[in-house]
C-alpha cells in the first residue's frame, strides 16, 4: 500500500522584525507617519549597544544621526507644580501646540504620565495637535524634577526618584535624565553607546520642531534552510548516459573578455577628495571644504555629467 502523505514544503519562511532609518524630522512629522511603528523608549536598551553582538547593526551604521526619538509619549507639568486640568505645550519656535486632557491627574504632583505606542492616537486641530489616549496611561511615580543620574521605571526605562531598578552592566547603573524645567509632552529620545555611559541618557526637553532621528519597525521574512525529502517523497532519479571512448569532444567557445570598465572606488573621493585629481569646475572657493563626500550613486552621476574627472 503506498504512502499518500503530502510533500513537505521546500522552504519556510519566518518573519521577523527589523528597525529601519527613515531620517531625522520633527515631532508632528514623526508621529503622522510612523505613530505606533516606532520602538518604544524601553526597547531602545536592547537595540543601541554597539558590540559585535549587536542584534540591530543598521543603529551603529547611523550612530552619527542619535540620539534617535522613540514612539513613547511622555508628559509632566512644570518643574515641582501639579498637573492642571489640561497640559498644553507650545513650540516657542513655530507656535504650534500639543495637548494632552489631564483632568484625571490634576493636583497630583511628582508624577509623569507615559502612553506607549498602541495606546495613543492623534488629530490636528488648526495649529495643535492633540494626543488622544486609547487606555490609560502609566503613571511613573517620584518622576525626577531635576537632571541627574537615577534608577528606572522597570516597563517604561523613565527614570524615577526611587523605587526603581538599575542596570549593572556598563559604566553607569543609572539612567541620565535631560529633562526641561517647563510643562513637556513630547517623545523621549535615546543616545547610542559609544563605549562609556552616553547610551544611558534619557533626553525629555526637546521641543516638537526639533528634527531628531527617526527609527520603525518593519516586518521581514527570512528564508530557511530546505527540509529533507520525507517519506512518501518521490526523489528524482539520475540518468546515466554512457559516451564512447572515440567520440569527439565539443570545444567549448571561449568567451570574449570584455574591456575592462574604470574602477571607482570610495577611496578614490573619501581619502583624494581634491579639486586637483578628482574634482574639475567646482567654484574655487569651496576648495578647501568641497562639503559632504556623496555616495557611490551621486559619484558615478557627477562623472556621467562630466562634472567630475578622474586623473590617471
Known sequence: MMNSASPAPHLAL????????KGVLDLPSTIEKFGNRMPKLSEFDELVRIGANSPHPELVAKKRALPARSGTILAHPDQNCAFPQSLEITDKQTGKKIYLDTKKYANQ?????????GAYTFRFDGNRMLILPTTDPVVIPDFPQHNGWYPYH????????????????????????????????????????????????????????????????????????????????????????????????????????????????????????????????LDPANFRDPGPVPDQK??????????IRIEK
Open 109 to 117: 504632583r511628582g508624577i509623569a504620565l507615559v502612553l506607549e505606542p
Open 154 to 281: 522597570k516597563d517604561t526605562c523613565i527614570p524615577v526618584v526611587s523605587g526603581g531598578i538599575v542596570d549593572p552592566s556598563g559604566l553607569r547603573p543609572e539612567r541620565f535624565l535631560q529633562r526641561t524645567p517647563d510643562a513637556w509632552i513630547g517623545m523621549p529620545a535615546r543616545s547610542i553607546n559609544e563605549g562609556n555611559s552616553e547610551e544611558k541618557y534619557v533626553y525629555t526637553f526637546a521641543i516638537a520642531s526639533r528634527p531628531q532621528a527617526v527609527f520603525i519597525w518593519e516586518p521581514q521574512l527570512i528564508q530557511k534552510p530546505a527540509e529533507s525529502p520525507g517519506e512518501g517523497r518521490k526523489v528524482p532519479r539520475r540518468r546515466i548516459v554512457q559516451v564512447p571512448a572515440s567520440a569527439p569532444v565539443p570545444k567549448k567557445e571561449e568567451p570574449k573578455p570584455k574591456p575592462e570598465k574604470p574602477k571607482i572606488t570610495y577611496y578614490i573621493f573619501k581619502h583624494e577628495w581634491d579639486l586637483q585629481r578628482a574634482l574639475h569646475g
Open 14 to 21: 519566518a518573519p521577523q522584525r527589523v528597525l529601519v532609518f
Open 298 to 307: 551621486t559619484f558615478e552621476t557627477l562623472l556621467r555629467e562630466g562634472k
